[in-house]
Each structure stands twice: as structure tokens, then as C-alpha cells.
């Protein structure tokens, strides 16, 4: 099936909400998130000649847009590269001794986590999980966003954000994995 698109000034009335809330639940931030777009649209109408139709325009649109977030990350990761290697350092200070036991297991009882699937699913936890997202450094955020939201390779990782090895991104993960569970552990489980 192919599709058509329509006229390009059609598109911010039909898709810009869409993607308006797409670049903030990716970048966080609603101005960063509006220029996003606004580039979006630019670089789609300077593209439309080339549209052959094999998506819908939505998901033509949407996939435009996650390629300038992408380079918005690249850019930001390179004027603030040395601001995420201090970040790291002071992470490894704080050491994993307060999340586990001596072999290794968690020391709080993951059994008071009842069932994720079902927290996962309510409004709650999603707004306490965004909190939490938003307490971690941009660079940090912008690492575990592009892991877990957008699903992208390790490589791939290394490359948008300027990480020197795979082994410093695990250990960046790590880490904010840790103060994500803390946050959570905090404001959602005991609370």
C-alpha cells in the first residue's frame, strides 16, 4: 500500500501535537522539544519530493523527528562531555555498597515491588517514574532514554553520546539504574 501525503501545511494542524509529545517525552523539556518539531517539519518539507509512500506520513514525520533528537543528543554530548565524566566519577564515589549484599543480591526485598507489570501500568508510578528520570543529570537521562524508550544499541549509544567504550556506558547504566532504584524505592514503594 502506498500513501499520499497531504499538503505540508496541513501537517502541524494534523500531527503537531502528536509530535510535540513525543520530543518532550524524549528530550524533557518543551522549548528544546518545539524547535525539535519545528526542524521536523522544515526537514520534511524539504523532503517531501523524495516521500515514496511506504509509511504513513505520521510515521515518515515521527521518524524524522527521532533522527534530530538523535543529533540533538549528539550535540549536547559533545559540549558537555567533560560535565558527564565528572558526573561518572562522582557515581563511582558513590559505590555500589548501598544496593547490595556480599553476593551480590539486592538488599532490599524485590518481592515489595509486587507485580511491575500492573505498577508500570498506573498513572502513578509513570509520574513518579518521570520525577525520578528528572532528578538524573540531562546526560544521564538522555543515556537512559535512548536505552530504554528508544531501544537503541549499546554501539549505537557510544556513538550519539561521545561514551569512549561499552564498558564505561554499562557502568553509566548501572549507575543510573541504582539511583533510579533508589528514587523509586523512595517515592513509590514506601511511600
Known sequence: MTHELSLPEQWL?????ILFR????RVRDSDIAEDLVQETLLAALKAKDNY????????WLIGILKHKIIDYFRKTSRENLQE??????????????????????WLTNLSTWSK?????????????LEQCIERLSPHMAQLFI??????????EICDVLSISTL???????????GQLRLCLDKNWINQ
Open 84 to 105: 558527564l565524566d565528572e558526573l561518572s566519577v562522582a557515581a563511582e564515589e558513590l559505590g555500589n555498597d548501598s544496593f547490595f549484599n556480599q553476593k551480590g543480591s
Open 13 to 17: 494542524p494534523l500531527y503537531g501535537d
Open 22 to 25: 513525543y520530543g518532550v517525552s
Open 116 to 128: 511491575p507489570e500492573q505498577s508500570f501500568e498506573q498513572e502513578e508510578f509513570l509520574a513518579i
Open 52 to 59: 515514496i509512500g511506504q509509511s504513513s506520513e505520521k510515521t
Open 167 to 177: 564498558n564505561n556506558l554499562w557502568v553509566m547504566l548501572s549507575r543510573i539504574r
Open 146 to 155: 535512548l536505552r530504554e524508550v528508544e531501544d537503541m544499541s549499546s554501539e
